[in-house]
């Protein structure tokens, strides 16, 4: 989920701590100067930077490097799900009549206090092998954020096959998952090498990555497993657009 597009809200939620400790700065020496004014005026803008101080360094030294960061969805990886969309034709093929592009909290803190869950919607920072777009354009492979759910936890057992219908389905420790969140029944692709063309045992700090659009999501099937200690956290809720606003299942 790396974003392509970033805007007023994604360009504040991601502010590096340098920018954010100079503005800190610069807020204490105004509130500094305005403290010896008694004006009316003055003592109302004192008090509005000094709240500016506090609300800052909560949200950025505190809140979102532990608890909750905001993230924006650009593709089509995690449809029907997580909505990623432009109005027209899409580089996928798929045609809409809209554009939609969820904003989404993500729960930094859960996973400091429990282990993810299998079918959990997770944010991760990707090795480098799986940036496979600048693979096939020749540029250096890059660490991207991405989004999937969690299809299987370390020491599983996890095979993409056939089911007795002859559709391709997803097995974990040889039992068929009931994925209703997938988007379109699964196509094969002689890309992907990892649990398709038989069983994968995953090691015992391994997950299992997939994208809610099977046929549209570069995940594990075609990079292999995700190391546990790059998970970032826990999808929990669309916040934008109003109309989507949802906890994430």
Same mark, same amino acid.
């Given at each position: 989920m790396q974003p392509t597009e970033i805007g007023a809200t994604e360009w504040l939620a991601n502010l590096s701590i340098?920018? $954010?400790?100079?503005?800190? +700065?610069?807020?204490t020496a105004l509130r500094l100067i305005l403290v010896p004014n008694r004006g009316a005026f003055a003592r109302s803008v004192a008090e509005l930077v000094e709240s500016l101080i506090i609300a800052g360094v909560l949200v950025f030294l505190v809140i979102r490097p532990f608890f909750l960061q905001a993230f924006f969805i650009p593709s089509e990886s995690m449809e029907p799900?997580?909505?990623?969309?432009?109005?027209?034709?899409?580089?996928?093929?798929?045609?809409?009549?809209?554009? $939609?592009?969820?904003?989404? +909290?993500?729960?930094?803190?859960?996973?400091?206090?429990?282990e993810p869950k299998r079918g959990e919607i997770i944010v991760f920072k990707a090795e480098k092998k799986a940036d496979k777009s600048s693979e096939l354009s020749g540029k250096e492979p890059v660490e991207n954020v991405l989004i999937k759910r969690l299809i299987a936890l370390p020491g599983d057992t996890v095979e993409v096959r056939e089911d007795e219908t002859g559709t391709l389905r997803v097995f974990v420790n040889r039992k068929m998952l009931q994925e209703h969140y997938v988007k379109k029944p699964m196509q094969s692709n002689p890309q992907s090498g990892f649990g398709t063309g038989s069983p994968l045992k995953l090691g015992p700090a391994d997950l299992f990555v997939m994208g809610d659009n099977r046929n549209n999501s570069n995940d594990s099937r075609f990079w292999g497993p995700l190391p546990r200690n790059r998970v970032i956290g826990k999808a929990e809720l669309i916040f934008w657009p109003l109309s989507r606003i949802r906890l994430i299942r």
């Amino acid at each position: 989920m790396q974003p392509t597009e970033i805007g007023a809200t994604e360009w504040l939620a991601n502010l590096s701590i340098g920018y $954010v400790v100079l503005a800190a +700065f610069a807020l204490t020496a105004l509130r500094l100067i305005l403290v010896p004014n008694r004006g009316a005026f003055a003592r109302s803008v004192a008090e509005l930077v000094e709240s500016l101080i506090i609300a800052g360094v909560l949200v950025f030294l505190v809140i979102r490097p532990f608890f909750l960061q905001a993230f924006f969805i650009p593709s089509e990886s995690m449809e029907p799900t997580l909505m990623g969309h432009n109005e027209g034709i899409s580089p996928t093929g798929e045609k809409y009549s809209d554009t $939609v592009h969820d904003h989404i +909290f993500v729960n930094k803190m859960v996973y400091r206090l429990r282990e993810p869950k299998r079918g959990e919607i997770i944010v991760f920072k990707a090795e480098k092998k799986a940036d496979k777009s600048s693979e096939l354009s020749g540029k250096e492979p890059v660490e991207n954020v991405l989004i999937k759910r969690l299809i299987a936890l370390p020491g599983d057992t996890v095979e993409v096959r056939e089911d007795e219908t002859g559709t391709l389905r997803v097995f974990v420790n040889r039992k068929m998952l009931q994925e209703h969140y997938v988007k379109k029944p699964m196509q094969s692709n002689p890309q992907s090498g990892f649990g398709t063309g038989s069983p994968l045992k995953l090691g015992p700090a391994d997950l299992f990555v997939m994208g809610d659009n099977r046929n549209n999501s570069n995940d594990s099937r075609f990079w292999g497993p995700l190391p546990r200690n790059r998970v970032i956290g826990k999808a929990e809720l669309i916040f934008w657009p109003l109309s989507r606003i949802r906890l994430i299942r």
